[in-house]
Each structure stands twice: as structure tokens, then as C-alpha cells.
T-cell receptor, first 117, second 111 residues
Framework: GAVVSQHPSRVICKSGTSVKIECRSL??????MFWYRQFPKQSLMLMAT?????????EQGVEKDKFLINHASLTLSTLTVTSAHPEDSSFYIC?????????????FGPGTRLTVT | GDSVTQMEGPVTLSEEAFLTINCTYT??????LFWYVQYPGEGLQLLLK?????DKGSNKGFEATYRKETTSFHLEKGSVQVSDSAVYFC??????????FGTGTRLQVFP
């Protein structure tokens, strides 16, 4: 149980285009989902916290207009990278918290590799 | 601010060797501490955790003890297997959901 999927696993896009990444909790309902970004040989950095039915809370330094997050249902959150540039190339990881479990138990997706050319 | 420091890898071991991956943290108050593991092609999975000083988290033969005096949470296993090859992340969190991760340590175990 407690499986989180991400789609796509890899995406290559041209500079200036937008890319949408989906995060789904497959066998549980997630009131809260989290989006992380990971640079090579660096730690995961929390970008934003997404609560179902409300606006996402962004970490300091993360551009909310560039990284659009939507959490429209208890099993789906999306991250849209708008007007992507090469510096947005990174590994994006989502996690979800099971509403029936205690806090601090996050289940992670396998990540999405974004390359902007 | 809070931070987590863990040893750089890769750590390369032969099967049945003893494993230690060091992790130290800087934080105010008394955070919970975690070890996550990421197997190739998969998402991070919680390996073990400890919520207060002197607690020992354990799972699948791995152990880590919350040492407040040394602000450490080193991961150990007495006898590693090839199947333990993965990237290991140390992390901390306070009462919120926000996890702060270390940079990850890749473990490679050879037969």
C-alpha cells in the first residue's frame, strides 16, 4: 500500500514552453502533497506544500507564478513549470501524506526528470 | 536554520561487511529524525525514525540512535547485502510536515 506515482518519469521540452507533472496517490487519499526539487549531488529541497482544495504554500525563494501547483482532488496534485528555461532542468519529486495516518509519514513518488533545451 | 549533513558517497562495501553512514544535524529544539532509502527507479521509502533523544530506530537490520549530545543519527547495519545497494537520505522534521534532507549517500554492495 501507500503508493505514489508520478507522470511523466522523464520529459524534455524546449525553452519557453510549459510542462505539467502529475502526482497521484494510488491507494490512499492525500489531503497534503509536497513538491521537492533535487539538484545533482544535492539534497531534496521542498518547493511547496499543496493542500487539497486550497492554494499551495510556497517556500521562500520559489516563484509561485513559475511553478503552478494544483491539488484539485484527494489523489492528484499537479506541478506546472511555466515558460521553462534550462535552469529549471532538475529532478522533481512529490510526496503525499495519508490522511488516515499520523503526521510526518510521507510517501514519495519516483520523481520526474525535466530537461529544458 | 536547520540542516542535515551526511557523509559523501559512494560507500562501497563487500557483502556481509559492516555499514556506517554518518549523519549529523543542526536544529533548534527537538526534531524527529529519519532515514529514507531510495532504490533505483523508485521513490524514497521511510527506513526508520526516532522521535526523541536516545530513541533507537530499527528496520530490516538497520539501526540508528538519536544522540542529542553529539547531534547525530548514524545509520548502521551489521551485515550488508547486495540488495541494500541504494541511496540513503538522513532527514529531520519538527512538528510540521516539513522534512529537511541531507544530500544522500549512495551505497554500493558487491558480492
Amino acid at each position: 500500500g501507500a503508493v505514489v506515482s508520478q507522470h511523466p518519469s522523464r520529459v524534455i521540452c524546449k525553452s519557453g514552453t510549459s510542462v505539467k507533472i502529475e502526482c497521484r496517490s494510488l491507494d490512499f487519499q492525500a489531503t497534503t502533497m509536497f513538491w521537492y526539487r533535487q539538484f545533482p549531488k544535492q539534497s531534496l529541497m521542498l518547493m511547496a506544500t499543496s493542500n487539497e482544495g486550497s492554494k499551495a504554500t510556497y517556500e521562500q525563494g520559489v516563484e509561485k507564478d513559475k511553478f503552478l501547483i494544483n491539488h484539485a482532488s484527494l489523489t492528484l496534485s499537479t506541478l506546472t513549470v511555466t515558460s521553462a528555461h534550462p535552469e529549471d532542468s532538475s529532478f522533481y519529486i512529490c510526496s503525499a501524506r495519508d490522511r488516515l495516518q499520523g503526521k510526518n509519514e510521507q510517501y514519495f513518488g519516483p520523481g520526474t526528470r525535466l530537461t529544458v533545451t | 536554520g536547520d540542516s542535515v549533513t551526511q557523509m559523501e558517497g559512494p560507500v562501497t562495501l563487500s557483502e556481509e561487511a559492516f555499514l556506517t553512514i554518518n549523519c549529523t544535524y543542526t536544529a533548534t529544539g527537538y526534531p524527529s529524525l529519519f532515514w529514507y532509502v531510495q532504490y533505483p527507479g523508485e521513490g524514497l521509502q521511510l527506513l526508520l525514525k526516532a522521535t526523541k533523544a536516545d530513541d533507537k530506530g530499527s528496520n530490516k537490520g538497520f539501526e540508528a540512535t538519536y544522540r542529542k549530545e553529539t547531534t547525530s543519527f548514524h545509520l548502521e547495519k551489521g551485515s550488508v547485502q547486495v540488495s541494500d545497494s541504494a541511496v540513503y537520505f538522513c532527514a529531520l522534521a519538527h512538528n510540521t510536515d516539513k522534512l529537511i534532507f541531507g544530500t544522500g549517500t549512495r551505497l554500493q554492495v558487491f558480492p
